[in-house]
């Protein structure tokens, strides 16, 4: 830069300001102050010029080097940032690499955890089978209580903190995992992505192993009641208790809300002991919602837990063999939830809770079978049994859901709490199947026990082509069974589904279609639905017999005209099935029965079946009383009367309404059912009446020979002698012919005897002894007069007083079917 130059003025003006004292030139002249001032300005100018310039050339040297240095400082600046970048990248990429050469060990540094943890546990379970087959074999050669702890199975060879360490090493495989999904450019990452895969399906697999283990090694998860005796009453309910008493005790326990307490001979526990719990939870956390498989967590439900809830009830059919140990094959097929820990729960406890009520099923056969309680009424004691089966069933349930409770609910539910993993709403879905899989072995067994009693006892499964047909007694025994059944269903059907039900879905985001619900909820309805179909034909069974039975056959058709097995039968029958109204009532209103053919609350009651029963007797008995007019003889007229007479009134004493003056009695025989309706009074009392105005019919002809004389007196013309003598004869010859013949007729009923025999006497008795009266003390016969008279009214009083009695043979023939 150039330096600035002073005015000339202003300088001239600074000189003399200044002026010194007076000078002289060089020459010694004396110089102005003018000229000096000049001489000066003009020395400085020079000065200053000469100063300019090289202030100029200085300038232009620093500028030069300016240049020059910044020319050398650039490529520096430059460098130094390339330094610093480089510095960055390659802390960045030691980083890297330490992390990857972590992860690349990741395999080496899990593998023998998870080993160990598979070595265990299969030792564990060889030694568990080895256990349970000896335990089988000693079972075989009865010994063994199945409810005994056996102490090998807590010798376990793993250490709690190695399913821990295990459980750790499974959540590092997931995030190395993921680690080399985002770097799958990098050369090894296939094979290591492959490498990591494997160890955790192994580790996948013990730890499903190590739950089979613990879950099937707890056992049962019921045990004998622990209970105080009441007074007056038992502890346990009696195994012989009747249907009344059964359904007292159930509907006393359901207003009590006490039902689990009042039911079965068992209750439920939870057997597994802590540190299995802890082992158990901690391999459910690890596996978790996505821990059993790797990569990126699943949005979408898997296929097969939309399948487990989509089964209807009226597709649940038998498949399986009667007898097999189970009704439908939806129970047979393997768990696959998509989650294979729920898988192994749910296929250990299934078995476990099946072997539960398969053992008490044959505990019960063995039992009644050993006492020999069965007696006349195998129905009944199936039927009784099947029930308790159902009880035992509902405690089963209750146990599995403890340990549900103990080992799958907590990692069903989702916490408050922001660090807490979320639960999808799929899983929980798959752990409400995989415990309905364990209550569907046992609903599906029981459901197997009900029918097989239907088939065999109940006689639904005996083909109408077989030579041998259904009695009526069998037929309603089978009917009283279903019944029986039925009732208990009735009754303990909504709690057992109740228990089969695990509120724990959103249903807001999971895929359950509507009217959809897990297999054991479906299993439940159709128990309940099987059940009314069977027992409908049960009592079609029934009625069917009355009509077919045999027209044939002393039983059949008493040769004495006495009463028939059928009306027997028939009595017993009604008196079988009448304490189940609120049972029959289910029948009704989900089926159409042919004598009633209304469902809802539309459907008859009780007594429109049992009208239906006593019309279809009533048939019966006109047919068979017109199958006596076929035998030979003239005794078939009296016998069809006398026949139909003896049954009639059987009916109307055991089944039509007590007198008021029996009202007490008719408390006391409360279990006695008595019909109410008009119609059979006037029915079957109008059939009475009739047959027994017919057979008296019969006696009514001896009047004709014991017709009075014209003639007064004591005096007997020849003519009125002969007409004596042909009337005596006569009645005599009758008397004694309808008296033989009418003595093979019997009357079971002594007052029905009683009546009979005065009524009978009323039918000509009054006139003959008039008759006899008058002219036996009339001279008609010279001769003969005692032979005529041989029948004096003493004497035909004993005779009648001799009719209808039951001989011995028949009294031994009609003993077992009088009992009712």
Excluded at 482 to 499: E, H, T, Y
């Amino acid at each position: 830069m150039a330096p600035q130059t002073m005015d000339s003025t202003a300088v001239l003006d600074l000189l003399v300001a200044a002026e010194p004292p007076v000078k002289k030139d060089e020459k010694g002249h004396r110089m102005s102050g003018s000229q000096r001032r000049i001489q000066q300005l003009t020395a400085t100018l020079n000065k200053m010029e000469t100063t300019t310039k090289e202030s100029f050339r200085y300038c232009d040297q620093l500028a030069k080097r300016a240049r020059h240095l910044d020319s050398l400082t650039s490529p520096a600046s430059d460098a130094s940032a390339m330094l610093s970048v480089a510095a960055g990248n390659l802390t960045s990429t030691l980083t890297l690499m330490k992390d990857a050469r972590e992860k690349f060990d990741t395999v080496g540094d899990c593998e023998p955890a998870i080993e160990r943890l598979l070595k265990g546990v299969q030792d564990m379970e060889e030694k568990r089978k080895g256990t349970a087959k000896q335990n089988s074999q000693y079972r075989s050669r009865g010994g063994s209580n199945p409810f005994d702890l056996d102490d090998d199975r807590f010798s376990q060879t793993l250490s709690e903190q190695d399913v821990y360490a295990a459980a750790d090493n499974m959540e590092i495989l997931k995030d190395a995992f993921d680690y080399f999904l985002e770097h799958k450019h990098w050369r090894s990452s296939s094979s290591t992505l492959a490498n990591l895969e494997r160890v955790h399906k192994m580790g996948v697999s013990a730890m499903c192993l190590l739950l089979t283990h613990h879950l099937m090694s707890a056992g049962q998860a019921i045990r004998v009641k622990r209970v105080v005796k009441k007074e007056g009453g038992p502890a346990v309910p009696s195994k012989n208790e009747t249907a009344d008493e059964t359904r007292t005790r159930l509907t006393v326990a359901l207003q009590n809300r006490d039902l689990m307490k009042s039911i079965g001979e068992y209750e439920e526990y939870q057997p597994i002991e802590p540190r299995p719990v802890r082992e158990m939870r901690a391999v459910l956390e690890c596996l978790g919602n996505d821990g059993y498989h790797l990569g990126p967590p699943r949005k979408r439900e898997p296929s097969a837990l939309v399948a487990a809830f989509g089964v209807p009830a009226n597709k649940v059919i038998r498949t399986e063999k009667v007898g097999s140990g189970g009704y439908s094959n939806l129970v047979k097929r393997q768990l696959r939830t998509g989650f294979p820990q729920l898988d192994a729960y749910g296929e250990a406890r299934k078995e476990v809770a099946w072997k539960a009520i398969e053992g008490f099923y044959r505990r019960q056969k063995a039992e009644r079978k050993k006492l020999g309680d069965i007696g006349d009424a195998p129905a009944d004691c199936a039927a009784r049994d099947a029930v308790r089966c159902l009880e035992h069933a509902m405690v089963i349930v209750a146990g599995e859901k403890t340990v549900f409770k103990a080992i799958l609910a907590p990692s069903t539910a989702n916490c408050e709490d922001e660090d807490a993993p979320f639960v999808a709403p799929f899983y929980q879905k798959g752990c409400v199947t995989a415990f309905s899989h364990v209550a569907a072995g046992v609903v599906d067994r029981t459901m197997d026990i009900i029918e097989t009693v239907f088939l065999k006892e109940g006689c639904i499964g005996q083909s109408s082509k077989e030579a041998t047909f259904l009695s009526i007694n069998d037929a309603a025994a089978g009917a009283a069974a279903g019944l029986r059944m039925l009732d208990g269903i009735r009754i303990l059907g909504p709690s057992l589904a109740k228990l089969c039900d695990i509120p724990v879905i959103e249903k807001a985001t999971v895929n359950v279609k509507p009217g959809t619900m897990p297999i054991a909820s479906t299993l439940c309805i159709a128990i309940h639905r099987t059940t009314v179909k069977n027992t409908a034909r049960t009592l079609e069974n029934l009625a069917k017999a009355i009509q077919e039975d045999p027209l044939d056959g002393e039983a059949h058709r008493p040769a004495d005209a006495g009463v028939c097995s059928a009306c027997f039968d028939i009595v017993k029958a009604i008196r079988l099935i009448s304490p189940f109204l609120n049972a029959y009532k289910s029948v009704t209103k989900r089926r159409a029965l042919p004598w009633d053919p209304n469902i809802g609350d539309e459907a008859g009651e009780m007594d429109s079946f049992v009208k239906y029963l006593i019309m279809r007797l009533r048939n019966s008995l006109v047919e068979k009383a017109g199958h006596y007019a076929l035998e030979p003889g003239p005794l078939p007229e009296a016998k069809s009367h006398m026949f139909m007479i003896n049954n009639t009134y059987y009916l109307l004493r055991h089944l039509r309404p007590k007198s008021s003056k029996n009202q007490e009695a008719v408390k006391d025989e409360s279990e006695h059912y008595r019909i109410e309706g008009s119609w059979f009074e006037n029915d079957v009392k109008k059939v009475f009446d009739a047959e027994r105005l017919k057979y008296l019919a019969l006696w009514e002809p001896l009047n004709n020979h014991t017709i009075m004389l014209d003639e007064k007196g004591n005096n007997i013309s020849n003519e009125g002698s002969r007409l004596l003598k042909t009337r005596f004869t006569a009645f005599n010859e009758d008397f004694e012919r309808i008296h033989a013949l009418h003595m093979e007729l019997s009357v079971v009923d002594t007052s029905l005897r009683k009546n009979m025999q005065n009524e009978v006497k009323g039918a000509f008795f009054p006139n003959y002894q008039k008759f006899y009266e008058k002219y036996s003390a009339v001279r008609f016969s010279k001769k003969k007069q005692e032979e005529y008279l041989k029948f004096p009214p003493t004497r035909v009083e004993e005779m009648i007083g001799m009719l209808f009695e039951v001989s011995d043979k028949n009294k031994a023939a009609r003993s077992k079917s009088i009992e009712v």
